[in-house]
RNA sequence: GCGGAAUUGGUGAAGUGGUUAACACGCCGGAUUGUGGCUCCGGUAUGCGUGAGUUCGAUCCUCACAUUUCGCC
């Protein structure tokens, strides 16, 4: 059952757009916040509870199912869904990020990337066939092409040669891909550079993929605007009628950024992350439940949120938890900020529906910034 | 009662006769954007039991006292 994309509407304002998702008999609406599971699972949570917070999506990762419990046993117990008993789409990423967060450039070559294992020190080749035949016998639903992810700082020189050659790695990966119920999405990467971006997107679309992703977008800690801008000068030379993704993006006005350049899908480890090191995401900005100033707070995080953690437990408890570091602190934690971020997406497609999504963006930074926005 | 040992921050403790008293935990902050890592980065004793003395200078040396602790009667 491959999985199917309708645009359903763009917004007047911006080039926000509205779509549905068709899977398995059900329905479900972009623009979409992916919740990460890497290693098969979303950390803490239960494939049942990540129903109940009207998660779609999840993410999970070729190189570290590669490396344990390897495809192989994946692919014997059923594919990655009866594997991890989750029946809804899962998107799988390529292994392209490890060769940003893992490699050194000179492991890079034209063939594929040589990686350190980081469980054991073994060295291993990820070559753009295998990275697509892993994927093929996780059997998800969405396959990444394997990329090249540079760093921020890359040079126009360094990222010219790289832009061609994930080019030449998705040609090859297309070639790989067997899987018919899987779709295939090529990745734009080129940097900031409005001339890099476009030959990257135009070339990409042209080998014909099943969706676009924007990568190189999240390893930049400066400066936002250079991130906005690569989002514009990919998502204006995408079609229409092909999911678009921003990969790795997920702080809120982000989402609220890149929903109004054009783009469906996002995906960010920051919310059970954020979970695991006692932070909360509310309307009001980010909360560190550490704080000495929880202590004796027994209000939930957010009394409008419909949250299991919201609805049953205090902000005092949670941090409790933190504090003497029991995992149930985390999971109640990671439910609130992947709810936050899916009923952020939800508050958002209300708005792309009336054409008031500017407005929403204005409202929200107000509320979750303050005074501050623009100063950091 | 006699003899010995000890006394450094919230805790466990290192240390030296001379600019900012090590380290760890805790505590107080901050970070975290296609997840190796409950991780990383800061801050946290104007003072070294109390008093007196020696010395240019003492947490460090001397004496007294207090407290704790061990052994003996």
Redesign the pocket.
């Known amino acids: 059952m491959k999985l199917q994309f309708e645009l359903q509407k763009e917004e007047k304002n911006t080039k926000a757009r509205l779509g549905t998702i068709h899977y398995g008999g059900k329905i479900y609406e972009t623009p979409m916040f992916m919740p990460?599971?890497?290693q098969a699972t979303?950390?803490t949570l239960s494939p049942e509870e990540l129903k109940e917070m009207k998660s779609a999506i999840i993410?999970s990762?070729t190189y570290?199912l590669w490396l344990r419990p390897g495809e192989d046993i994946v692919k014997e117990a059923g594919g990655l869904h009866k594997f991890m008993n989750y029946d809804g789409p899962i998107l799988t990423?390529?292994g392209?990020?490890?060769v940003?967060?893992?490699a050194k450039p000179k492991d890079i070559t034209e063939e594929g990337v040589t990686f350190k294992n980081?469980l054991n020190g073994d060295k291993l080749l990820l070559t753009p066939e295998k990275s697509i035949e892993i994927q093929n016998k996780l059997d998800s639903d969405i396959a990444?092409s394997f990329?090249e992810?540079p760093p921020a700082n890359a040079s126009y020189s360094y990222l010219k040669q790289s832009v061609e050659r994930t080019l030449r790695w998705a040609k090859r990966g297309k070639i790989a891909h067997q899987n018919p119920n899987q779709m295939l999405f090529g990745?734009v990467?080129g940097g900031y550079y409005e001339d890099l971006r476009k030959f990257s997107a135009t070339e990409t679309v042209k080998l014909g993929f099943d969706g676009y992703?924007i990568?190189?977008?999240?390893?930049d800690?400066e400066s936002?605007e250079n991130?906005y801008k690569a989002f514009s000068y990919s998502t204006t030379y995408l079609p229409k009628e092909k999911l678009r993704y921003a990969?790795?993006?997920?702080?809120p006005i982000?989402i609220i950024e890149g929903v109004i350049r054009g783009i469906d899908l996002f995906?960010?480890?920051?919310p059970?992350?954020?979970a695991?090191?006692?932070?909360a995401l509310t309307k009001d900005g980010?909360v560190?439940l550490?704080?000495?100033?929880y202590?004796k707070d027994f209000t939930p995080i957010e009394s409008d949120c419909d949250c299991y953690a919201c609805k049953n437990y205090t902000k005092a408890y949670i941090k409790h938890l933190i504090?003497a570091?029991e995992?149930f602190g985390a999971r109640l934690l990671s439910i609130h900020n992947i709810r936050f971020l899916i009923r952020l997406t939800e508050e958002i497609r209300e708005s792309i529906k009336t054409d008031t999504l500017l407005e929403y963006k204005e409202e929200f930074i107000k509320r979750y910034y303050g005074e501050n926005y623009g100063k950091k």
């Open positions: 990460v599971g890497t979303v950390k993410l990762n570290h990423d390529s392209g990020f490890q940003f967060s893992l980081h990444m990329d992810c990745i990467q992703s990568g190189g977008v999240a390893n800690h936002k991130m990969m790795g993006i997920g702080e982000d995906d960010c480890v920051s059970t992350r954020l695991r090191h006692g932070h980010q560190n550490k704080n000495a100033k202590k504090n570091s995992t």
